[in-house]
């Protein structure tokens, strides 16, 4: 009997509040659809002037700001050098020379040039 009770209590509470609720979503969707085509109308009226669509922050502009400063710091000062280059930067194709073709370089251009001195 009390299940058959609670039944009814909960098919009356149904009853009574789906048109509440029903009411309820209708109006945020409309409320949706009016902010959806006010949006809209500002952000292309925005675009078409040529502001900024996006709203900053003062806390936004005073990041920028710091942001801007510490990028000024970093250009000013030199570069760091690099103690531990990474595999990539060690062995760039193009500007490589192994270190044994330097030596042979080396020892090779004084023999060439007193060569080239005996000639003369």
């Not at 789906?18 to 085509?37: E, H, K, M, R, T």
């Not at 109308?41 to 710091?66: C, H, M, S, Y």
């Not at 930067?89 to 500007?95: A, I, L, S, V």
């Amino acid at each position: 009997m009390i299940s058959f009770i609670k039944g009814i209590l909960k098919g009356l509470f149904y009853v009574i509040f789906l048109p509440f609720g029903l009411l309820a979503i209708c109006l945020y969707a409309i409320f949706g659809v009016f902010v959806f085509i006010y949006r809209l109308i500002k952000l292309a009226i925005l675009f078409f002037t040529g502001r900024n669509l996006k709203n900053e922050l003062p806390e936004d502009e005073e990041v920028k700001k710091i942001l801007e400063g510490a990028n000024e710091e970093e250009q000013s000062q030199e570069p760091a050098l690099n103690l531990y280059p990474s595999d990539q930067e060690m062995y760039k194709t193009n500007e490589y020379i192994s270190p044994s073709f330097e030596e042979s370089k080396i020892e090779e251009e004084p023999a060439s040039l007193e060569e080239e001195n005996k000639d003369e």
